[in-house]
């Protein structure tokens, strides 16, 4: 499937900034990938090397390392993804989201998985017997542990909702220090078939997309760094179990 989105971020301190970016987004089953028509491959690719301890192989290989080393065993059970594809040997996928079922269809956790501009990447584990509802759908709190902007220190919490899509797609992240909400990132869309008109519209109105939403976050970075706003100290990468190769 694919999902025609408005990406909305609201950076409330100390300076109020706000962005939209209109883009798509890929919704597919782990275990299968979409395979092209050869000629429409450059515009949608899926590698096991843009998630995880970036190994080669199978997306679903990487996954499953991810989730032994914080002992998650889905026992084969059904893996959703919503992420870019690559586009014409590019991605950035700010944000990755695996849903992950074990073998009789349970939901039995949400990986969220951060990449930043640097290169670097993160997950985030989200376990349905520790979110206090019906799952990881419901709003889970997690420390901040990766940096992401520049602008911000790794402190204070996350908030997430990431249920499942369905006919709409609706994601909601804050980031929340002990003075208040800082930041939130909001992800709306509306599913199409992720058939070749589909594809081949989407990628006429939104051109080489996943450059764009990187060109995009450095374009408005420029911005806040020329409105003033002070750039934080980069920490070095802290290694994440299940995530080196």
Same mark, same amino acid.
């Given at each position: 499937?694919?999902?025609?989105?408005?990406?909305?971020?609201?950076?409330?301190?100390?300076?109020?900034?706000?962005?939209?970016? #209109?883009?798509?987004?890929?919704? $597919?089953?782990?275990?299968?990938?979409?395979?092209?028509?050869?000629?429409?491959?450059?515009?949608? #690719?899926?590698?096991?090397?843009?998630?995880?301890?970036?190994?080669?192989?199978?997306?679903?290989?990487?996954?499953?390392?991810?989730?032994?080393?914080?002992?998650?065993?889905?026992?084969?059970?059904?893996?959703?993804?919503?992420?870019?594809?690559?586009?014409?040997?590019?991605?950035?996928?700010?944000?990755?989201?695996?849903?992950?079922?074990?073998?009789?269809?349970?939901?039995?956790?949400?990986?969220?998985? $951060?990449?930043?501009?640097?290169?670097?990447?993160?997950?985030?584990?989200?376990?349905?017997?520790?979110?206090?509802?019906?799952?990881?759908?419901?709003?889970?709190?997690?420390?901040?542990?990766?940096? $992401?902007?520049?602008?911000?220190?790794?402190?204070?919490?996350? #908030?997430?909702?990431?249920?499942?899509?369905?006919?709409?797609?609706?994601?909601?992240?804050?980031?929340?220090?002990?003075?208040?909400?800082?930041?939130?990132?909001?992800?709306?869309?509306?599913?199409?078939?992720?058939?070749?008109?589909?594809?081949?519209?989407?990628?006429? #109105?939104?051109?080489?997309?996943?450059?764009?939403?990187?060109?995009?976050?450095?374009?408005?970075?420029?911005?806040?760094?020329?409105?003033?706003?002070? $750039?934080?100290?980069?920490?070095?990468?802290?290694?994440?179990?299940?995530?080196?190769?």
């Amino acid at each position: 499937m694919l999902y025609e989105c408005v990406i909305t971020h609201v950076r409330r301190t100390p300076l109020r900034h706000a962005l939209r970016h #209109r883009t798509y987004l890929w919704c $597919v089953d782990v275990d299968g990938l979409p395979v092209l028509p050869r000629p429409l491959r450059p515009l949608a #690719r899926f590698d096991a090397r843009d998630h995880f301890a970036g190994t080669p192989g199978a997306l679903r290989a990487g996954l499953d390392a991810y989730l032994a080393a914080h002992g998650v065993d889905l026992d084969g059970g059904r893996v959703v993804m919503l992420a870019h594809a690559r586009v014409f040997g590019f991605v950035f996928n700010p944000l990755s989201v695996f849903w992950c079922h074990d073998s009789s269809g349970a939901l039995v956790c949400v990986v969220a998985e $951060v990449h930043n501009t640097y290169g670097q990447r993160h997950c985030y584990l989200l376990r349905a017997d520790e979110a206090g509802g019906t799952g990881p759908a419901d709003e889970v709190v997690v420390d901040k542990s990766f940096h $992401v902007s520049p602008f911000f220190a790794v402190e204070g919490r996350y #908030r997430m909702r990431l249920p499942l899509p369905g006919e709409r797609l609706g994601l909601t992240v804050h980031l929340e220090h002990d003075g208040g909400r800082a930041f939130t990132a909001v992800v709306r869309g509306v599913r199409r078939p992720a058939s070749v008109p589909a594809l081949l519209s989407a990628a006429v #109105r939104r051109p080489w997309s996943t450059a764009a939403v990187w060109a995009g976050i450095r374009r408005h970075g420029i911005h806040l760094l020329l409105r003033g706003l002070p $750039v934080q100290p980069r920490p070095g990468p802290t290694p994440q179990k299940g995530m080196l190769p």
